[in-house]
Nanobody, 123 residues
Framework: QVQLVESGGGLVQAGGSLRLSCEAS????????MAWFRQGPGKEREFVAA???????RYAGSVRGRATISRDNAKNTVYLQMNSLKPEDTAVYFC?????????????????WGQGTQVTVSS
């Protein structure tokens, strides 16, 4: 059983940056594909970025060029660096993990989820 704990959220002004972290425990971190999703007020959970075990990455169009996902297997941690933040980036950001890399943009791919961290971008 993998446990995921996100951190790094907060309140930031539009145009600012944040780095989210997700620390995993309870499993072999390097065996898992990792991803970030977000859920804004009144919205469905949506894909943000994913990184495979080998380091391949995928990004949602809405964040491409502004977000960078990375992983540090020695620290059992995946990161999401978000730059040029916009008010529409306001959401709870969730970390997810799964052994597969079949459809990494789908919530249905992932077996393990964190509790989320709130990101609020003020205009």
């Amino acid at each position: 059983q993998v446990q995921l704990v996100e951190s790094g959220g907060g309140l930031v002004q539009a145009g600012g940056s944040l780095r989210l972290s997700c620390e995993a425990s309870g499993g072999t971190f390097s065996s898992y594909a990792m991803a970030w999703f977000r859920q804004g007020p009144g919205k469905e959970r949506e894909f943000v970025a994913a990184i495979s075990r080998s380091g391949s990455t995928r990004y949602a169009g809405s964040v491409r060029g502004r977000a960078t996902i990375s992983r540090d297997n020695a620290k059992n941690t995946v990161y999401l660096q978000m730059n040029s933040l916009k008010p529409e980036d306001t959401a709870v950001y969730f970390c997810a993990a799964d052994r597969l890399w079949v459809n990494p943009t789908s919530t249905r791919e992932y077996d393990y989820w964190g509790q989320g961290t709130q990101v609020t971008v003020s205009s």
